[in-house]
């Protein structure tokens, strides 16, 4: 018998982890979305073992601050104490200090704090203060103690003196920092004006920027500690700045674009966002496969174009074409059937993934698709689908859409024009590309009931 029975007498040998330890400073959020909450679960998220020193307790849910504690220092004092005489701590963050007792406290132990991110806390989301003014000029201490400081445009302004309204002034505030101490400096643009986010990060070496598109929403509860956590945990790691501050960067906005409705206030950025993502990497390829097992029983070859078929399934918080899951080599036709040249892995299409994101960019419910032959008869049986068809024509495309990107363009202006969520996209020939059909769904097996139903109407001669 396998595996082997053990005797009852016999225990299981252990098999430990070393995470890297991460500690946090910080307040506490009983709202849950940010401060020592949002710090441990990014820090567990991002494979780091999170441990904590809380300097106050806030009563606080999404709509705002309702009241705040701050404990003895002494207390403080003891529970860095205690992580620091126990722990091999890799990297430390701070967040609500509160007044400058506290500030002064973290600054005396800096020489125990190795990787020190200072995320300079001052105002909560809701606009509600969380630093004595008085305090503010103690951060210049401590600023010059921190491996990175993380201020957003708000916080350097008063770190600085200076108005932070564009990349170039936030450029400018980030000099300023290194100039107070700071190895470096991230100011983070969330609160700069623009359609992108542009987040500066400043050395003496140089200066890097991280651009990305800002996300139409209010959930932003939690964003700060999540980004300065990630960014600790990630340089625990071993992981150099720009590939930290980077990677924490991609984390947040993931976090912030699937935020998570909870409370009535706004929401709070979803921390666990990643983890959740890499753990659908498997039930999403599962999907993919049981899709492609499904069209092949049925012989769909009718709906087979020439150059082959691309089924693509992307995960629930899917950003790239790596968490997108395709047929390797596509299904093609045969003399007895269809059949796929080869499996199905992540990052295996990187055209049907990037229609497939320009869909979730305007449905994020919208997880997998199947590129079809476009005929006529293919065209009429669209119209037996539940929901509406919409088409593009790439005589239309901007001169700077490549022949490769024009299915990716194409599906975004689909999307559009569409009365609602289209469930097919036609692509029209021209300009070099081949004409196809786009079925799109929220689930596989809805996918597989489009393909069907299309399939069974083209075979039945409408």
């Not at 991110?117 to 103690?145: C, F, Q």
């Not at 720009?242 to 009535?264: P, Q």
């Not at 299915?407 to 097919?424: H, I, K, L, N, Y």
Request: with cysteine; proline share 5%; glycine share 10%.
């Amino acid at each position: 018998m396998w595996p082997p029975t053990q005797p009852s007498n016999m225990t299981r040998a252990d098999a430990p982890v070393t995470p890297p330890v991460v500690l946090t400073v910080a307040g506490s959020d009983s709202g849950g979305g940010a401060g020592i909450q949002a710090d441990l679960k990014t820090i567990e998220a991002c494979g780091g073992f999170g441990t904590s020193a809380i300097t106050s307790v806030t009563a606080q849910n999404t709509t705002g601050v309702q009241g705040q504690h701050l404990l003895p220092v002494e207390e403080i004092e003891a529970q860095m104490e205690a992580v620091i005489d126990d722990f091999d701590v890799a990297a430390v963050k701070t967040g609500m200090l509160a007044a400058s007792d506290v500030i002064d406290l973290v600054v005396g132990h800096a020489a125990d704090l190795p990787n020190l991110v200072v995320d300079p806390v001052m105002v909560a989301a809701s606009g509600d203060r969380l630093l004595a003014a008085e305090a503010e000029d103690a951060y210049e201490a401590l600023i010059a103690e921190a491996a990175v400081v993380t201020p957003n445009a708000d916080e350097a302004a008063v770190l600085t003196g200076r108005d932070v309204d564009d990349p170039e002034a936030a450029e400018r505030a980030g000099r300023d920092l290194v100039e107070m101490g700071a190895d470096s400096a991230l100011v983070k643009g969330g609160h700069v004006p623009g359609d992108a986010v542009v987040d500066t990060l400043v050395t003496e070496d140089g200066v890097t920027t991280f651009r990305h598109e800002r996300v139409d929403t209010e959930a932003t509860h939690g964003s700060g500690c999540t980004l300065s956590s990630a960014v600790a945990t990630q340089l625990a790691h071993g992981d150099d700045l720009s590939t930290a501050v980077g990677s924490g960067i991609d984390l947040l906005v993931s976090a912030v674009r699937y935020n998570v409705d909870v409370g009535e206030g706004p929401g709070a950025v979803h921390h666990l966002v990643g983890a959740r993502n890499d753990a659908a990497r498997h039930p999403t390829s599962e999907a993919v496969e049981r899709v492609v097992s499904a069209l092949v029983e049925a012989d769909i070859s009718p709906l087979v174009p020439q150059r082959g078929m691309t089924v693509a399934g992307a995960t629930p918080y899917a950003e790239t074409p790596e968490s997108v899951a395709a047929v390797e080599g596509r299904i093609a036709r045969t003399m007895d059937g269809v059949r796929p040249n080869r499996g199905v892995r992540f990052g295996a299409s990187t055209a049907a993934a990037r229609a497939l994101l320009a869909a979730r960019e305007h449905d994020p419910a919208v997880r997998f698709g199947v590129d079809c032959r476009l005929t006529d008869a293919v065209e009429d049986a669209l119209a037996s689908l539940d929901g509406p068809v919409a088409a593009y024509d790439p005589g239309e495309r901007p001169d700077e859409v490549s022949d490769d990107t024009t299915a990716q363009w194409g599906v975004s202006r689909a999307f559009e024009t569409s009365d609602g969520t289209p469930v097919a996209v036609i692509g029209r020939a021209g300009m070099g590309v081949a004409a196809r059909v786009t079925l799109l769904a929220e689930s596989a097996d809805t996918l597989v009931s489009r393909v069907g139903t299309v399939h069974e109407t083209v075979e039945a001669g409408g």
